[in-house]
């Protein structure tokens, strides 16, 4: 609580003389800080806001992460619809601007080269869902014994023999989609957001160039047709979090 | 005809999935305090602390996470327990060794 302040950042940028339509973390104004072309998006937290010492009890309150990762969020996308923007990981903190400043400055011609890379595009998520796993159901486990035994060994079985098929359709989803993106990633699978029954069979990420969205959202259409109604969910367009290097 | 894909705005889940794993992490004199705890630590915590507000918002991806937990592992270790009960009790049956009594009670009380 020593009121000490420090520079939250949350992405660079090219061009550096952008306006960043959104507040940021503690409802703070958002400024851009420059080198030349590259600029950083900062705002002021006090320390106390990702002091390392309470990280651990900050990052155990949902709610307060809820907050912290959409304001975040909100910032880097805001900069990705009005400049070539690589996210930079939620909670990275400077002491002032002026190490920001040199940050920006000293970045590597390799690292330009990442916002070549990522210009003009933009990151689209596409999740794709299968049939919910079955479970015990409450009659099979009432039969008990070898019967119940036998008929579980079945279900699971059943399960393994239909995943393994969707899994398959999953994968041929994925490559028609990378074939229509400069970049794309399989990020790992997770449980289900509300108000869609099922496994998630496929999280992509794709890297899609301006001119290529038509297709590409056509082409996601399709594999809806395919795979069933609300099977298939399209996210974005995103700031390319998923495609952002700083390769040296 | 509606249209099937579903256009949805972002959960937390996968707002988190990108601003806690991607996004690019730089060193020298910007910190990152997230780096002092491992993400599964924090993906521990989260669990820990609120996991049925973390379900209303779709945030249990944790149940997935092979190096976390839970359900294809404990399927797939449920399956192949099962075939190796099942095989006991076949076998058990045909050559006369007993079964487990409790078991083949149940199923005699079925047939």
């Known amino acids: ?248 | 005809m509606t249209n099937p894909v579903a256009k949805r705005d972002a959960t937390l889940a996968d707002v988190l999935e990108r601003v806690l794993d991607k996004g690019i992490v730089i060193a020298g004199d910007i910190r990152i305090n997230l780096l002092e705890i491992e993400l599964l630590t924090v993906r521990i915590r989260l669990l820990v602390a609120s996991v049925d507000k973390a379900r209303e918002m779709g945030i249990d991806w944790w149940e997935r996470d092979p190096t976390l937990s839970a359900g294809d592992r404990d399927l797939e270790q449920e399956n192949r327990q099962l075939r190796q009960r099942l095989a006991e009790l076949e076998s058990g049956r045909h050559d006369g060794h007993e079964a487990p009594a409790a078991i083949d009670r149940e199923e005699e009380a079925q047939q």
């Open chain 1, 1 to 248: 609580m020593n009121g000490e302040r420090r520079s939250y950042l949350y992405a660079l940028v090219r061009p550096a003389d952008i306006a960043i339509d959104a507040t940021g973390i503690d409802a703070a104004p958002v400024r851009i800080v420059s080198g030349q072309d590259i600029g950083a998006v900062v705002s002021t937290v006090s320390a106390d806001t990702f002091d390392p010492a309470l990280m651990e009890d900050r990052m155990a309150d949902l709610q307060w992460v809820e907050t912290v990762a959409r304001a975040h969020d909100d910032v880097v996308n805001a900069a990705a619809r009005v400049a070539t923007t690589i996210p930079l990981r939620l909670g990275t903190t400077s002491d002032d601007d002026d190490t920001v400043r040199e940050l920006v400055t000293d970045l590597t011609p390799a690292a330009r080269r990442s916002f070549d890379r990522l210009q003009g595009r933009a990151e689209y998520g596409v999740q794709v869902f299968g049939p919910a796993r079955r479970a015990t159901t409450a009659a099979a486990r009432s039969e008990g014994g070898a019967a119940f035994l036998r008929r579980r060994r079945a279900e699971l079985q059943q399960d393994e023999v239909e995943r393994a098929a969707v899994a398959e359709q999953a994968t041929t989803a994925f490559d028609s989609l990378a074939r229509l993106a400069a970049d794309s990633r399989r990020n790992p699978l997770r449980d289900v957001g509300p108000g869609v029954a099922g496994t998630m069979l496929l999280n992509g990420a794709f890297l899609i160039e301006q001119d290529e969205v038509p297709a590409f959202r056509t082409a996601v259409d399709d594999l809806a047709a395919a795979f069933g109604p609300q099977r298939v969910v399209i996210t974005g367009p995103w700031a390319p979090y998923s495609f952002a290097d700083l390769e040296p």
